[in-house]
């Protein structure tokens, strides 16, 4: 069971990215997926999520209206569409998969045990 994130970068504020998260050995739709991001010296923070159940999509305060959770069922992959970024967007974002072991990170309920290894978002001028 593996998941992979791509797609971050250096951008400079006001700009935009898209990451990626491709699921290999399991089937994303069957589980709750969810965006965490961790600043330098910070916690990890849930960011959005996506519901397996009936697929509506969880935004933290901080990114609500400029981020966008979807997914590709085709391709097993979740992705992160980020505008308007700001410095205080920075910091490594990771996937999580609620794989119905518990443990983890708490998320809007959900259990975050299963990441991936992250990928670097940067939004400095």
């Known amino acids: 069971l593996q998941l992979v994130e791509s797609g971050g970068d250096l951008v400079q504020p006001g700009g935009s990215l898209r990451l990626s998260c491709a699921a290999s050995g399991f089937t994303l739709d069957y589980y709750a997926i969810a965006w965490f991001r961790q600043a330098p010296g910070k916690e990890r923070e849930g960011v959005s999520l996506i519901n397996n159940a009936d697929g509506y999509v969880y935004y933290s305060n901080s990114v609500k209206g400029r981020f966008t959770m979807s997914r590709d069922k085709a391709k097993n992959t979740v992705y992160l569409q980020m505008n308007s970024l700001k410095p205080e967007d920075t910091g490594v974002y990771f996937c999580?998969?609620?794989?119905?072991?518990?443990?983890?990170?708490?998320?809007?309920?959900?259990?975050?045990?299963?990441w991936g290894q992250g990928t670097q978002v940067t939004v400095s001028s």
């Open positions: 999580a998969a609620d794989m119905g072991v518990g443990g983890g990170i708490i998320y809007y309920g959900f259990h975050f045990a299963s």
